[in-house]
């Protein structure tokens, strides 16, 4: 059975420190793609960070140079997104997602391209 499970969330206030974390069971994760989406209320989901099997990364460029993916490829899969210098406009819901593509290197930006999601975890940014 397939499960993503985020943690880390929580109240933050502006230009602090989140560590968001994401176990990815039931699959080889090892060998897909996997992101971080947000969603803040009345707005669409948007792309947050990609990670592929090999550790390349990409991010928008309004979470550039502030925050970080990162995987550790164990047992249960591992998705991080550190996420430094935070400001309100990053209050959302945070969710990992996984896509079905073992050893690819292309680079997913949309939310159609992934197959699996978690349950997401709140982020609040104070002001």
């Known amino acids: 059975q397939v499960h993503l499970v985020e943690s880390g969330g929580g109240l933050v206030q502006a230009g602090g420190s989140l560590r968001l974390s994401c176990v990815a069971s039931g699959r080889d994760f090892n060998s897909y793609p996997m992101a971080w989406f947000r969603q803040a209320p009345g707005k669409e989901r948007e792309f947050v960070a990609h990670i592929t099997w090999s550790r390349q990364t990409n991010y928008p460029a309004s979470v550039k140079d502030r925050f970080a993916i990162s995987r550790d490829n164990a047992k249960n899969t591992m998705l991080y997104l550190q996420m430094n210098n935070l400001k309100p406009e990053d209050s959302a819901v945070y969710y990992c997602?996984?896509?079905?593509?073992?050893?690819?290197?292309?680079?997913?930006?949309?939310?159609?391209?992934?197959?699996?999601w978690g349950q997401g975890t709140q982020v609040t940014v104070s002001s």
């Open positions: 997602a996984a896509r079905s593509s073992p050893w690819s290197n292309r680079i997913y930006l949309n939310e159609k391209d992934y197959n699996y």
